[in-house]
Each structure stands twice: as structure tokens, then as C-alpha cells.
């Protein structure tokens, strides 16, 4: 039996409630520790969850962290992971990993000199949905993937974030922010991507915040909130993915599947649950068999909805990594894989040009559902 990693919580904003409790269903991680730069939310966090609240400098250096936990806003992650890295901790950080290539592979070289592990949010692709379409596709159930189409389109997030600002600043937008659910669920199920293009826009250049306790004041729009992307898979598979704030309604689906066989319809990969469908050729939509895996089992309600959520999976994969010495399934290589294709498509989308990919990746291991009951308490 091993002890579990110490984890220390860097920014105790709106996501950490959902890191602070569903950490509990986990083995082997127990959140120790949490800072801020604002003091009084790091105070409020390690009250309410009975942690230690320290200052962010001191967590990260803490000989009683194993783990950097990185929830911070999405321009500091680079900072913190990289300094979390060279003071020895394992990291894992909310996406994007880093708002650049040269950052991502930055904080890669560092991790391997220290030999310590990087791993990013997201880790729904763990979920009992996409591991489904997953064996499914790795069974042939559709035969070999050769075409998709993924759509995450909403009218922003200046309704229900508290500070939404972020999100329309270099960094944020559609594609960095809500890409990497597509994008690594992607890569999961079909691996690595060759190319990528992309048209982006922006429908307005100033957003009214109408959440509180900030209703009325204006965020300046600083990136494209509309981005229609083509990405061509190492494996010939070509995707349409249109992220996109500008949209006030649509009737497409959050991602579909073309293969030589038939195709599948996959549920949104922002959540961990879901029905998969599967048509044969020429056949009509059919739920793929159930089977029982754990993390496709609803625990939480919002409003009418009973879904599946288990955001920590992809940390305990980390500390079961860390104590087995094997790839841990959100590892800094998909992640930076991921960032590059996400910021190849705002290059395309300035530049007018296919953006070659420099890094690549593999699949993540499939997680079964022995491997997934073996994570949870
Ligand atoms: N809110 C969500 O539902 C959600 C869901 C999934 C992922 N995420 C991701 O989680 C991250 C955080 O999002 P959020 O919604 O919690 O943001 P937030 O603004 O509510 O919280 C971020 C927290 O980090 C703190 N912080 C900022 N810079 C810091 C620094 N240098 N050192 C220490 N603390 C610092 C802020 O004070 C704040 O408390 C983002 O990367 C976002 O993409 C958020």
C-alpha cells in the first residue's frame, strides 16, 4: 500500500471547489495545502476543505507537496508549472498547458531534467463515454476512421463566469478554451494530428459582462472568438472543428466519427458521460452495449440534468503513474501536442496557411473498466 501524493492547490478560484471535492473519490492524491495570489481566497478555500493555506512562492517549494496542482488563470500557467518544476514537484495543471509551443516545450525539457511529470487538464476523455468509443474503434466496430466533425459552439462566457475577462484575452477564446475537450478526445480515439487551417473571427469587439457581481462592465475582445478549423490526422482521418462564441443557437452535434463501416456519434467531450451511438452502413443509430465503467456513472445533478463528473481522474492517473513509472494518460506530450495544434489554427487563421505540426504524440492507454475501479476509492 503506498501513502498517497501530497497535493498543493495553486489559485482557489471558480474550478477548485470541483478539484477540492471530487478529489475525495480518488486513491492515492489528498489535497494538503492551497494558495493564491489573493490571500483571502486561499484562506477561504483551506477553511471550507481543511487544508493549509500558504503563500503560492512557499507551496510550490513545500516539502510537503508532491504535487502542483496549477489552477490558475490561463496566462500564469506557464510561471507556475515552470516554477513548481524546477523546485522538484510533479505538476498538474488545468488546460491549456501553455499559450505557446516555445513555452510547452520549455516546460517539457524542464520536467525531463528535474525527472519529474507534467500532466494538463483535460482529463474527460477518461470518462465511461469516450472510453467506450474508444474500444469501439480500436474493436473496428466502424471500421478505419476517416472523417469527423466536432462543433463546441456557445454564445460565450460573459453570462455565467464571475470574471470572465480571461476568456476573450490572448490565451482565452473558443479554440484554447474549449479545444482542448475536442482536440484531446481526439487524440484518444484517433491519435495525433498532421496538419491544421483555419478562418477565425470576431463578432464583437467589446462584451457586456451580465454575471454578477460585474453586470454592465465591458471586457475589450482581444482574440477570435469564432474559429473554424480543418485538421488532417496522422492517420489520413480529415475533421472539420468549429469553435466558436458567436453563436446564439445550432442543431449540430458536439462530435461525430466517419469510418469505412459506419460512424459514431460521440457525446460532448466536456463530460465524461453519455450515450455513444454506432450506425453499420446504411443502419439506423444504435446505443453501442452498455457496459459498466466507473467513470460513466452520473454523480452529480444540475438543474434537470444527472451527469457523470470526475475531474481528478486524470491526477490520480498522475500519482498511479509517478508510483508505477509508466506514461501517465494526460501527459505534457499530448498536452503540447494539443497547444500546438490549437494555436497552428490562430497562426492559419492570421496567416491564410496550413501549419505544419512539429510535435507529435500517441495515444493514451485505453483506460478499461478494471484499470478505472482501480483509481477510485
Ligand atoms: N471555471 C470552470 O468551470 C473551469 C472548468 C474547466 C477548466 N477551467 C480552467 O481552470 C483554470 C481556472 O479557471 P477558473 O474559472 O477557476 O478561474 P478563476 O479566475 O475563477 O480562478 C483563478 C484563480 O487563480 C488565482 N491566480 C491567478 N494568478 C495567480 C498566480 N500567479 N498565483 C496564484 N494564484 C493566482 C486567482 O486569484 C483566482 O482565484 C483556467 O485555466 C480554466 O480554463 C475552468
Redesign the pocket.
Known amino acids: 500500500m503506498t501513502t498517497s501524493m501530497r497535493i498543493g492547490v495553486?489559485?482557489?478560484?471558480?474550478?477548485?471547489k470541483?478539484y477540492f471535492e471530487l478529489s475525495k473519490l480518488f486513491k492515492g492524491i489528498e489535497v494538503t495545502a492551497c494558495?493564491?495570489?489573493?490571500p483571502e481566497?486561499a484562506k477561504a478555500a483551506a477553511e471550507k476543505y481543511h487544508v493549509k493555506a500558504m503563500e503560492?512562492a512557499k507551496l510550490i517549494k513545500s516539502k510537503d507537496v508532491d504535487i502542483v496542482l496549477n489552477?490558475?488563470?490561463?496566462d500564469?500557467?506557464f510561471?507556475?508549472s515552470l516554477a513548481a518544476v524546477k523546485a522538484g514537484k510533479h505538476v498538474y495543471s488545468?488546460?491549456?498547458l501553455t499559450l505557446s509551443l516555445k513555452d510547452g516545450l520549455k516546460l517539457r525539457d524542464a520536467a525531463a531534467e528535474k525527472g519529474v511529470k507534467v500532466c494538463c487538464?483535460p482529463d474527460t476523455f477518461m470518462g465511461g463515454a469516450h472510453q467506450r468509443a474508444r474500444k469501439a474503434i480500436d474493436e473496428g466496430a466502424v471500421g478505419r476512421i476517416t472523417g469527423g466533425t466536432a462543433y463546441v459552439m456557445g454564445f460565450g462566457m460573459e453570462h455565467w463566469?464571475?470574471?470572465p475577462d480571461?476568456f476573450f484575452k490572448p490565451g482565452g477564446g473558443p479554440i484554447l478554451?474549449m479545444g482542448p475537450y475536442y482536440i484531446t478526445d481526439l487524440i484518444n480515439l484517433i491519435g495525433p494530428v498532421r496538419r491544421v487551417a483555419a478562418l477565425t473571427s470576431m463578432a464583437q469587439q467589446e462584451r457586456t459582462i451580465s454575471s454578477q457581481p460585474r453586470a454592465g462592465e465591458k471586457i475589450a475582445v482581444e482574440t477570435p472568438t469564432n474559429v473554424l478549423a480543418l485538421l488532417e490526422f496522422a492517420n489520413g482521418a480529415t475533421v472539420t472543428l468549429s469553435a466558436s462564441w458567436d453563436v446564439w443557437a445550432h442543431r449540430h452535434a458536439n462530435l461525430e466519427l466517419y469510418g469505412t463501416e459506419g460512424s459514431l456519434y460521440i457525446p460532448d467531450p466536456n463530460f465524461f458521460g453519455g450515450d455513444v451511438l454506432a450506425t453499420a452502413r446504411n443502419g439506423k443509430p444504435q446505443p453501442l452495449s452498455h457496459w459498466d465503467h466507473p467513470l460513466g456513472v452520473a454523480n452529480q445533478q444540475h438543474q434537470e440534468n444527472h451527469f457523470a463528473n470526475y475531474r481528478s481522474a486524470g491526477l490520480a492517473d498522475l500519482a498511479a503513474a509517478v508510483h508505477a513509472n509508466r506514461d501517465a494518460r494526460c501527459s505534457i506530450d499530448r498536452a503540447l501536442h494539443t497547444v500546438e495544434v490549437m494555436t497552428g489554427a490562430l497562426k492559419s487563421g492570421a496567416d491564410g496557411k496550413f501549419v505544419e505540426m512539429k510535435t507529435t504524440c500517441t495515444q493514451p492507454a485505453p483506460l478499461g473498466v478494471e484499470e478505472a475501479k482501480a483509481l477510485l476509492r
Open positions: 495553486v489559485g482557489c478560484g471558480n474550478i477548485s470541483t494558495a493564491d495570489i489573493n481566497a503560492p489552477l490558475t488563470v490561463p500564469q500557467h510561471a507556475i488545468e488546460k491549456p487538464a463566469h464571475p470574471n480571461f478554451d
